[in-house]
């Protein structure tokens, strides 16, 4: 993902959220600074991860880095929606929303967590419930490329799009390949967008605008 300036605005915590949220700490008793701990968190990740988006190129921890700063923030941002409008953000989230959050949730799980033990999600998300095993992930490179096609080239349930070159190629394993398959990870498609969804909506719902339920009670 080279085209950052479109997201820059959305990955942004403005002046009158943080100050609505400090005053609604304020009023909170003992919850006050595990409520500012959240905010704080969510301003310093925010900053890290466009930090690493600016970059030039990037290097294999970056894609680590990103999943990792991306997945406390979703912790901070549900935690904050609780806390300050007193609702589950779940609640407000499109099916399509959902589905983002979870197949991301499925990408920090099997690269971070569990990457043995990765069986949420769908079948096309990452780990392919339980049946793929981590290896590696590293930045897209022209041996990528080459290995089109070949024992160790891309998954064959998800062709590569040679007109569209992914951020990031994770090594994987399972019953049906003797050797490491590679599988597309896309910066802001399977990273940036989720962070961007529930961001918004913590940002619309503390602003006062309109939220309206899905009337969906399945968690993210």
Request: net charge neutral.
């Amino acid at each position: 993902m080279r085209d950052v300036k479109k997201v820059e605005r959305k990955l942004c915590l403005t002046n009158s959220a943080a100050a609505k949220i400090c005053n609604i700490a304020n009023k909170k008793g003992k919850d006050k600074n595990k409520i500012l701990a959240a905010k704080q968190m969510l301003v310093y990740y925010l900053g890290d991860i466009l930090v690493i988006l600016r970059k030039e190129s990037y290097v294999p921890d970056d894609a680590l880095l990103l999943i990792l700063k991306t997945s406390m923030c979703l912790n901070a941002i549900r935690y904050l929606f609780q806390a300050t409008l007193e609702r589950d953000c779940s609640s407000y989230l499109s099916d399509d929303e959902k589905e983002t959050i979870v197949r991301f949730r499925t990408l920090r799980s099997i690269t971070t967590a569990h990457p043995f033990d990765t069986n949420r999600g769908s079948p096309s998300d990452f780990g392919r419930q339980g049946t793929e095993w981590f290896v590696d992930i590293h930045p897209f490179s022209d041996l990528d490329k080459f290995m089109v096609g070949g024992d160790c080239g891309f998954c064959e349930d998800e062709a590569y799009d040679n007109t569209r070159n992914p951020d990031f190629v994770m090594m994987v394993y399972n019953d049906e390949n003797n050797f490491a398959h590679r599988r597309v990870v896309y910066v802001y498609e399977d990273i940036i967008k989720p962070l961007e969804i529930t961001l918004g909506l913590l940002k619309r719902g503390l602003a006062k605008n309109s939220l309206k339920s899905t009337d969906n009670t399945e968690k993210w």
